[in-house]
């Protein structure tokens, strides 16, 4: 921890900080500059309540932690890139990873032309919705049960992986035995009760950052799942909240290589819900390749005019395989490169 | 649900999503523009699910929906104010109800110390964590049932009312024993799971708008809880994530206002949360009463630079007290213009 | 500054940064911690070239200045608070000055009509744009000269100090004839050769926070005014953009106390654009009196249904009636705190 | 424009209104709802005022404008895509062009050096700051003529074309005798004085978006400057001001798929002042590449760590080069899919 004293800190002040540092367990290293005094924290302690207090005592301009907040996410932690595996597919590894389907399973009949579809023309992991977070209690919420079933079915019929939507600490056992990764959706990412019980899971991860979190909350909260004992968290940019109005959300795609200099987790980008707008898609996917995101989530439905949800931004079968098309050069550069790493 | 149709939109194209409508419920009234034509959808239907299919569909620019998407929680559907009574307190009412306490329960000696201060100092309700959300696994969580009972110990000695946070669906039936109103913290405004099972509880429950949700996901959120069994919703503005840096969260105190003209909700305002310094909470709590707030909600801790957490924005009880009588005179002219309205 | 090394930072590494620190004139302290190296530079120098330039040197976690970047606008460099004299009134000082008028000059019978009405309601400065900054190229921009002689007209007849805005450094001259006070927009707080030229203007300004410029930045603008040469300088926050969209802007008001704690600037509020809805003005101007603004800037129009720009935010004569009315016993409170103080 | 009444609007209120909009021009459609009355504005009139009129007029819930408010800069007013032709490169069409150079001039061995390697290495266009928009007052300001006069020495050495900013009409024509297209600022993108002189200027315009412009806002600065007369305008996405903090600002790469939706003019992205951090530029300008940007705008300077500004962010000359050619294989995708479009 660094903390600066304000301009005309007095000698009592600066000796007050300097104790609390020391009973949090540091060493204290005093700066004299020209106009205040700048404290330095070093050695091991408990940097949280140390550093709340400091910023709540007498003289005190600024208090900043110089250590990052996480460490088993972190890549200074482990420098190798994790590869999660999951249905004999790796995340992070030398494939990059579509996975796709509709926003909610809606009916045996839609799930199973999406999931045929999906295998067909490249993905390898069959998304959708059982569980469904609604901004309005009046809306769809999802076939719950019934949709995981179908979800089994669709997999047994295509061999794709499944991953799903939880919302509840309460729902994830139940999840778990359906779905090959399970998804916390943007809303949840700081539900610490449901983070805290999917350390127990024994299943990947596939956190989505929330659309007004930063990537260092996005970290943290990977570092409760890691810290309560699941090592297998994939990282999702899909989309943050800004004043622009013409997309949804605002895809931050330099979030990839950012989390990638900070963690050795596994990054995937949706550009569904970042764009909400179905022509969108295939040209942020391509920006997601090209910037070196680990896999796509993408919406897809055979008629988005029917959907139950998120209509606006599914693709239609022909053009998720136009996408996957125009995608493939810009795949074959990604291997390159990662061979090439 | 008004459509815009792209300048040069097919006569197919409007046709379609003429059919769309009507199969939804909706009669059509159709606009011929001097470059487009607008298309309004008049009647009752399945208004989500046919708003994202019509954006989706080929010629169409633009559809927005013109009724709320709540009901319950609608200034329209009840025009008379809320008053939601606890423990012989009336929020909404006559009276502007200070809440106060630690941000955490930390022990015997600490929460009693400040219940009694808040008791005698003219605060009505209790506030102090138990179970607590924390960015970081490595924080302090909370006492849990321990700090449960130190609450109910400390109502029994003053008479104050108690309110604390419930962070799971899991949760809510264990804390409604002990608390008089359950808090539904910022990041769980949109945990759907938690908020349904909160329709089903018995008592009143306080919901901080989320630190990225606009006041229209606030009031549907609400509509959640009501729309689940449970009328007695108090919402609370805790400051909103922007650019700026130089506090915590930005107080969006025009929420207040503007959520007093669309629900009959009582509104209550955080300025501790929001400002995220000591300093500047009493001038917002000030502000906040002139604006009209129903409560105040306020982080008090006996030595804050002591405190497990939020310690940088708690008031210690000399400076409450200070605060208290600042505000004695803005209660009064908020009580006047109360029984003039 | 304080220099925080990477945690594998080299020997090499540490050594440049210094050296770079040192050629800039500063004295190098070198903090050995648990995990990495942290150095302060002490003394005098050109702090923003070496602090962009340690940026970008290898091993170098992160760079960040201690001291504030401004320096005549500083709190720390005038203690007392700037009272503004302007047509014998005082901003800044004992009395709460209501500035209020058109958005635009629109007619002789229009603007005449609101100042007598301004001035018998209690406002001290009339409020009128004579040049218009307009979103879009075919919206009204304004009377320009013809405008500045209906406000001069005005002021002859009421007694009112004059605010017009500045929109170019070639228009201060001719401005600064008719105009007690310049006021500058939002969007023109970092027009940088327009502050420069203000820096030589012979009259008061009015310096509008952009609506996304952090409290910083509006005081280095300030300070670019100051220390061109004008030391008059007024600055008023007037909502800043976020997500939200039930407002205009997000009126900031925590804005004021932190100004008051960082400058020694008068601080006043424009509610009419942070709301952007007439409803909204009355309470946010009384909240803006309660948290301490020096002023208000408000938005009067003697039939807004036919203003030519920012009708639905501004108030009629009656309403600013109102509002003066409603003010009163909290401008008496505002006058005891400023006594006390 | 489609105006909508509130739930209880009384007759007077909605006749009013329909006089209002009959005065203005246009004809009155009416949409009697289930709950509330919408009406329709057909025809042509002065739209912003009237707009503005009606939200402030009793019984409005809400007015919105249907048509776009730019005209000449709409892709509807011009289908195919503006090619601009500069010192024989045409931006907007079959080629990707790469601006590159220093933020600022800061000496003739350095901007030569620069210049040379930017030609060597694939740029076509020499960026260069002359006139410097800077935060604080303290900081280099620019070499201002002296560096005018060495990018004019660049180009005689080089061939590249000059690309510089202005910051005020003042400077609109010295500046255009030497540079061969002017570069407007993020922060004076709303600067009206400004943007009307450009339409008298004889160069190409290269607008950046303002840190918090929607991009709406960014076409409508774009149409001052056509509407003023000069119809060469290339626009710059250049990141935007989000709450996130590891990056300066987010680059909004969505903005260019969706700019080229609404408008036919060439849009460029500059990832170096989006980024702030060197090590993202390259990752960054793939995805601008693949994302389809007209051209790429990169800070390099040959000593970055020696810079007079913008140090952190620059790429030094071999790290321009290696950008170059791993941009080589995605600019030949780009090609390909122009001439395939």
């Given at each position: 921890?660094?903390i600066s004293?304000r301009?005309?800190?007095t000698r009592?002040e600066i000796d007050?900080?300097c104790?609390?540092i020391q009973?949090?367990?540091y060493k204290v290293?005093?700066?004299?500059?020209?106009?205040?005094?700048?404290i330095g924290?070093?050695?091991v302690?408990?940097v949280?309540?140390c550093l709340?207090s400091l910023?709540a005592?007498?003289?005190?301009?600024?208090?900043?932690?110089?250590?990052a907040?996480y460490?088993?996410?972190s890549?200074?932690?482990?420098p190798q890139?994790s590869r999660i595996r999951?249905n004999?597919?790796?995340?992070?590894g030398?494939?990059?990873v579509v996975?796709?389907?509709?926003?909610?399973?809606?009916?045996?009949?839609?799930?199973?032309?999406?999931?045929?579809a999906?295998?067909?023309?490249?993905?390898?992991?069959l998304?959708g919705?059982?569980?469904k977070p609604r901004?309005?209690?009046?809306?769809?919420?999802?076939?719950?049960?019934?949709?995981?079933?179908l979800?089994r079915?669709?997999k047994?019929a295509?061999?794709?992986a499944?991953i799903t939507e939880v919302?509840s600490?309460?729902d994830?056992?139940?999840i778990?035995?359906?779905a090959?990764?399970?998804?916390?959706?943007?809303?949840?990412?700081?539900n610490?009760?449901l983070?805290k019980?999917l350390?127990r899971?024994?299943r990947p991860?596939?956190l989505?950052?929330g659309i007004?979190?930063t990537i260092?909350e996005?970290l943290?909260s990977a570092?409760?799942?890691?810290?309560?004992?699941?090592?297998?968290v994939i990282?999702?940019e899909?989309g943050?909240r800004?004043f622009?109005?013409?997309?949804?959300?605002t895809c931050?795609?330099?979030?990839?290589p950012?989390?990638?200099?900070?963690?050795h987790?596994p990054?995937?980008v949706?550009p569904?819900?970042?764009?909400?707008?179905?022509?969108?898609v295939p040209?942020?996917?391509?920006?997601?390749?090209a910037i070196g995101?680990d896999?796509l989530?993408?919406?897809?439905?055979p008629?988005?005019e029917?959907?139950?949800?998120?209509?606006a931004?599914?693709l239609?079968i022909?053009q998720?395989?136009a996408?996957?098309?125009?995608?493939?050069?810009?795949?074959?550069?990604?291997?390159?490169?990662?061979?090439?790493a």
């Open positions: 921890m660094i004293m301009l005309h800190a009592e007050s900080v104790e609390r009973e949090s367990g290293h005093t700066i004299q500059g020209e106009e205040r005094v700048v924290a070093v050695g302690g408990d949280t309540a709340e910023q005592m007498p003289g005190v301009e600024n208090a900043v932690r110089i250590s907040p460490k088993f996410v890549r200074e932690f482990q890139r999951v004999g597919i790796e995340i992070g030398a494939e990059l996975m796709a389907g509709p926003c909610s399973v809606e009916s045996e009949a839609q799930i199973m032309e999406t999931a045929e999906v295998a067909r023309l490249g993905g390898r992991i998304r919705g059982a569980f901004t309005s209690p009046y809306d769809f919420q999802g076939l719950e049960l019934e949709g995981l079933k979800l079915k669709a047994a295509t061999g794709l499944i919302m600490d309460g994830v056992e139940l778990a035995e359906y090959d990764i399970l998804q916390i959706g943007a809303r949840n990412m700081q610490f009760a983070l019980s350390g899971a024994q991860i596939l989505k950052r007004s979190s260092k996005l943290m570092e409760y799942i890691v810290a309560h004992g699941n090592p297998n990282l999702c899909r943050i800004t622009e109005t013409e997309t949804r959300n931050d795609l330099s979030a990839v950012v989390l990638n200099a900070l963690t987790l990054v995937v949706d569904s819900h970042a764009a909400g707008k179905r022509s969108l040209p942020l996917a391509r920006a997601a390749v995101a896999g989530l993408v919406e897809v439905h008629s988005p029917k959907a139950f949800s998120d209509g931004q599914s239609t022909p998720f395989g996408m996957m098309r125009d995608l493939a050069p810009y795949i074959e550069l990604w291997k390159a490169s990662r061979e090439a």
